[in-house]
Nanobody, 116 residues
Framework: QVQLVESGGGLVQAGGSLRLSCAAS?????????IGWYRQAPGKQRELVAT???????NYADSVKGRFTISRDNAKNTVYLQMNSLKPEDTGDYYC?????????WGQGTQVTVSS
């Protein structure tokens, strides 16, 4: 039984910070080729926010570069997304995704709302 569970979302004022967590069971994140954070605003398409590869390299969407940091703690089997200097346009449902040649799994999402 594979499960990815996101947590850490909530309501925050612009300029504030949140740290999202994605905890895995049934798989180990260290075995994944990459892990990504996605977000989807109401009425909008889901977009890729950040990725971290098995080798630890990271990539970010231009809209969050310099503000967000993705990291992985293999010992805790958890991936994080540290979000600083939040803007109202960061509002949306955030999902983590782990994939390899053999699988791809999505979490249930966590809501982030950034007020002006």
């Amino acid at each position: 039984q594979v499960q990815l569970v996101e947590s850490g979302g909530g309501l925050v004022q612009a300029g504030g910070s949140l740290r999202l967590s994605c905890a895995a069971s049934g798989i180990t994140f260290s075995s994944a080729d990459a892990i990504g954070w996605y977000r989807q605003a109401p009425g909008k398409q889901r977009e890729l926010v950040a990725t971290i590869s098995s080798g630890g390299s990271t990539n970010y969407a231009d809209s969050v570069k310099g503000r967000f940091t993705i990291s992985r703690d293999n010992a805790k089997n958890t991936v994080y997304l540290q979000m600083n200097s939040l803007k109202p346009e960061d509002t949306g449902d955030y999902y983590c995704n782990a994939w390899s040649q053999w699988y791809a799994y999505w979490g249930q999402g966590t809501q982030v709302t950034v007020s002006s």
